[in-house]
């Protein structure tokens, strides 16, 4: 079964940045469409930022200017850049792939946007 650790998460004030990591055993991360959740408290996990194979992302109307998805294919692991983060990025992000139907969820990271 695929491993996922999502890491990178903190603390940080408005207008500051993360990077989270997805490290994958199990996968060769390059073949698949890889996404970013996140899910506030009491909400539904949302789609954040997608890349497929062939490098189309898409990004959630939210995050679109400030968040970048990227792949280090050598390091077998995908990359969500925060910039300009908000309060209302505050979440637990994952990460995952809609090739694996929804199995295979990692802890997630921890992101908190707070002064």
């Known amino acids: 079964q695929v491993q996922l650790v999502e890491s990178g998460g903190g603390l940080v004030q408005p207008g500051g940045s993360l990077r989270l990591s997805c490290a994958a055993s199990?996968?060769?991360?390059?073949?698949?469409?890889m996404d970013w959740y996140r899910q506030a408290p009491g909400k539904q996990r949302e789609l954040v930022a997608s890349?497929?194979?062939?490098?189309?992302?898409y990004y959630a109307d939210s995050v679109k200017g400030r968040f970048t998805i990227f792949r280090d294919n050598a390091k077998n692991t995908v990359y969500l850049q925060m910039n300009s983060l908000k309060a209302e990025d505050t979440a637990v992000y994952y990460c995952?792939?809609?090739?694996?139907?929804?199995?295979?969820w990692g802890q997630g990271t921890q992101v908190t946007v707070s002064s």
């Open positions: 995952n792939s809609p090739s694996w139907g929804g199995a295979n």
């Open positions: 199990g996968r060769i991360l390059r073949i698949y469409t």
């Open positions: 890349i497929t194979s062939g490098g189309t992302i």
